[in-house]
């Protein structure tokens, strides 16, 4: 069985953060997401998140400015479809982040890489790359 190749990633919240902030967790990926091939996503769902804990008062972050850092970086939003939704009804409860959920889901029906933090959100799927 040949692996396939990709070259279409998705950041989980976390990993997005990581990368805004220059945080070295994400040295081991920088020259993935920096190819010129590549092609790396930063879902809506992350942006719904960040919105969450930035109104309970467990995250500071101007959003408005990491939107234009991933638009700087071409990183595409990736909007919550019908298809996704789908895709997260199907996906077993292992894990108990909803937000989590949804970018597997999105990832999972693309098809293209998940990139996180999170090691729980392996064993939903091999397409999970954790850092």
Request: negative net charge; contains cysteine; aromatic residues 12%.
């Amino acid at each position: 069985m040949t692996q396939q190749f990709y070259t279409s990633f998705l950041l989980d919240t976390n990993a997005l953060l990581w990368y805004f902030w220059g945080d070295n967790r994400m040295d081991s990926i920088k020259e993935i997401i920096q190819a010129e091939e590549a092609e790396v996503f930063m879902s809506v769902v992350s942006l719904w998140e960040i919105t969450v804990k930035v109104r309970m008062g467990k995250l500071k972050i101007d959003l408005d400015e990491l939107r234009f850092f991933a638009r700087k970086h071409a990183f595409p939003e990736l909007p919550i479809t019908g298809e996704y939704i789908k895709a997260y009804r199907q996906l077993p409860n292992l894990h108990r982040d909803p937000f989590d959920h949804m970018l597997l889901a999105q990832a999972i029906s693309c098809p293209m890489r998940l990139i996180t933090g999170d090691s729980l959100l392996a064993d939903y799927s091999p397409l999970v790359m954790v850092i």
